[in-house]
């Protein structure tokens, strides 16, 4: 019985099974038509000399470290920047969520900065922090730090207000409706915050990089080899970019289907 | 002593536009220990307010409450809160959710598993310790919040519409339910509804409250020996008297 019902999930998982492979491969095929077509390899190479570069992660290109060398750089980077941006937003969204004084007195704040993108801070952060893992972390945290800080206001706000009465009424200390009945009830808007701010950190590191006097990651590879005009590395460190932001979200989407299976059934 | 004392309770609230609105005027009632009291009352009449001071959750603007001849100063353990939402914690096991209380009280883990496992024998869900509340019926989850309110082992036990939200056949049988933990437990129970049937089924008296502001109508004792029979001629008779005083205590329109 049970063999059966395993199979037969199997079985109609296979017909579509493809289709999310459909678009990518036109995608690749047309892609490599254009290639041949325009025949210049410093506009668009041919896919082979991307898979060649994508092919050997751990070769050196350029004298500036392999691919794998720079998305370990970067990544190291990014983790350090969300945890600082979230470690500041998490709090300040329950404190802003659960106390309107605090709101009152930050959002204004907030509002004015929010709108500021992070990558206009560089100047600012160059001339602050000079050259260096600092100024990168400064930007990573402020890209991570808004959509963090906003979900989990939201989701601090969300809580049911029975919820935190039943505790009370159970004899709940103020601390312990924080601890046992906002944070976990917040907690499934707060991963989705989290999820955000790691897109936006991501993206913010490979900006980041680029700043003047960065030597390595891979957004540092992929202008370095626009300097030498090495068309197939810039394509190549792409969809690395691509491929380590698409993993680390789904990772994380992952454990909310599982972890936070409540806030969907909670009728 | 009285269990329960509601000593002159008034309650003005501000609205957002500045207005006053006075919810409560003068609302006293005594209680004595294991008393089953229904609160009854057209809609906005200030009774799930009533509830909510008794509670600690709301201040009154005067009088007070008095448990065990202590004033309550805020919520509190000995008054055991039970909503119309259930109000259960879904990301909680059931178990957990009953031992919530004494989790907060700081009694360790195998002592609160093993009395909320009692507690849940009592409400009769013994197999479904270990399942979420989202898995359960509307119903099953109000028996969940029951255990949870009784298992911190509360004075009185305050129950807010309970059975609001559920179809008239499980109301019916939750309301059975009730009454037989009510008997095993010897609880102080202030239960509020708008239903007429369910107070006259459920009480030992009823307390009639008027439209805004709430006032007492009338304390209406209900001397039938339980179990009640729903359809007997004393029970529709007492339910047309009951039913006078809410129409009554409505402005003219």
Redesign the interface.
């Known amino acids: 019985m049970r063999e059966n019902v395993q199979k037969n999930r199997r079985f109609r998982g296979t017909p579509r099974g493809f289709h999310w492979a459909v678009m990518p491969i036109l995608f690749l095929v047309v892609w490599e038509m254009a290639a041949i077509a325009i025949n210049n390899q410093f506009i668009l190479p041919r896919l082979g000399s991307v898979a060649v570069v994508l092919a050997t992660p751990f070769s050196p290109i350029l004298g500036s470290g392999s691919l794998v060398d720079n998305a370990i750089d970067s990544l190291q980077r990014v983790v350090v920047g969300f945890a600082v941006g979230a470690a500041l937003a998490v709090p300040l969204g329950v404190a802003m969520g659960r106390w309107s004084t605090v709101d009152r007195l930050v959002d204004p704040l907030i509002q004015v900065f929010r709108p500021i993108p992070p990558l206009a801070w560089v100047p600012l952060a160059l001339a602050w922090f000079k050259i260096g893992l600092a100024s990168m972390v400064f930007i990573i945290a402020l890209g991570s730090f808004f959509p963090v800080l906003l979900n989990t206001l939201d989701g601090v706000r969300s809580v049911?207000r029975?919820?935190i009465?039943?505790?009370?009424?159970?004899?709940?200390?103020e601390r312990?409706v924080l601890t046992?009945?906002i944070l976990?009830?917040a907690?499934p808007t707060i991963w989705t915050g989290m999820r955000v701010g790691f897109g936006i950190a991501w993206m913010c590191v490979v900006a980041a990089e680029m700043m003047p006097g960065t030597n390595s990651g891979l957004g540092y590879l992929i202008l370095y080899a626009y300097n030498f005009s090495q068309v197939q590395v810039i394509i190549a460190g792409m969809i690395v970019i691509g491929l380590i932001g698409l993993g680390i979200d789904t990772g994380l989407r992952r454990f909310e289907e599982r972890k936070?299976r409540?806030?969907e059934?909670?009728? | 002593m009285k269990k329960l004392v509601v000593d002159r309770v008034s309650k003005t609230f501000e609205t957002d536009t500045g207005e006053e609105v006075e919810a409560l005027r003068g609302v006293t009632l005594e209680v004595e220990e294991g008393e089953f009291i229904c609160i009854l009352g057209p809609s906005g009449c200030g009774k799930t307010t009533l509830l909510r001071i008794i509670a600690g959750l709301d201040t009154p603007s005067e009088g007070a409450v008095l448990v065990d001849g202590e004033p309550v100063r805020g919520p509190t353990p000995r008054l055991g809160m039970i909503f119309q939402d259930y109000s259960l914690y879904p990301w909680r096991r059931v178990v957990d959710n009953i031992a919530f209380g004494l989790e907060l009280a700081g009694v360790g883990k195998a002592t609160r598993t093993e009395r909320a496992r009692e507690y849940l024998e009592l409400v009769g869900l013994d197999e479904f310790a270990d399942a979420y509340p989202y898995e359960l019926s509307g119903g099953m989850r109000q028996r969940v919040a029951v255990a949870r309110a009784l298992a911190t082992e509360p004075a009185v036990v305050l129950m807010d519409e309970p059975f609001g939200a559920l179809d008239a056949q499980t109301r019916n049988a939750m309301q059975r339910e009730l009454l037989e933990i009510w008997e095993k437990t010897m609880k102080t129970v202030l239960f509020v509804t708008h239903s007429v049937d369910e107070a006259v089924f459920l009480a030992d008296r009823i307390v009639v409250l008027t439209t805004r502001p709430g006032r007492i109508r009338e304390i209406v004792a209900v001397n039938e020996a339980r179990p009640r029979d729903r359809t007997c001629t004393a029970g529709a008779s007492l339910r047309r008297y009951v039913l006078g005083l809410i129409d009554e205590g409505r402005p003219d329109t």
């Open positions: 049911k029975t919820w009465e039943a505790a009370m009424t159970l004899g709940a200390t312990q046992k009945v976990p009830g907690l936070f409540w806030r059934l909670e009728r």
